[in-house]
């Protein structure tokens, strides 16, 4: 049988202890876990591309079998690119759901051997997202229990005056 691979989508602006979560408990179902870095000008990213891959391969350093890419294409097409059928995705409440859930609809009309895969996230990153981060890091707040070290480093650098 050849390695399961999943690739794990998102803007990962910035990338978040909740994402951490995410990839950790992926690696016990697969063999290998991309963490992909989608473009996304849509959401007018506060991080750069490269400093979005930086951030994120620093952060798993210490995974062997996680890879962190970007792609600016199709979902689809990049996990045609990369032959891999698995999308990860996590959830956390009742509106990723339903956002989620479009996603995956699409994606599997789009390319129907696609599968998307949902984990849960841990009751402690439950409320955590990108966005908050940003708005706690702009109003100089405490980042610790929220993101890896270089990426509290990294927004004290963004919003120091
Ligand atoms: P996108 O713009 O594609 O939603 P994000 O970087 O915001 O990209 O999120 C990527 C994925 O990680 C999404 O599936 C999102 O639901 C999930 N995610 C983000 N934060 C958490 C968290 N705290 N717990 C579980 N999943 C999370």
């Known amino acids: 049988m050849g390695k399961r691979i999943a690739i794990y989508p998102g803007t990962f602006d910035p990338i978040t202890l909740g994402h951490l979560d995410v990839v950790e408990r992926g690696t016990k179902l697969f063999d290998k876990v991309i963490v992909a870095i989608t473009t996304n ?5 506060l991080f750069s591309m490269k400093e979005r891959l930086v951030l994120a391969k620093e952060a798993f350093k210490k995974y062997p ?3 962190v890419d970007s792609f600016n294409t199709l979902l689809v097409d990049y996990a045609k690119k990369k032959r891999c059928k698995v999308i990860l995705r996590g959830l956390r409440e009742l509106s990723d759901f339903e956002r ?11 390319a129907g051997s696609t599968e998307t895969v949902f984990i849960m996230t841990s009751a402690k990153y439950f409320y955590l997202n990108s966005s908050v981060v940003k708005e706690v890091a702009s109003l100089g707040g405490k980042l610790d229990c929220f993101v890896p070290k270089a990426v509290e480093a990294a927004l004290r650098k963004k919003f120091r005056k």
């Open 41 to 45: 000008q849509k959401k007018k990213p």
């Open 65 to 67: 079998r996680v890879e």
């Open 100 to 110: 989620e859930f479009q996603h995956a609809i699409v994606n599997r009309k789009l």
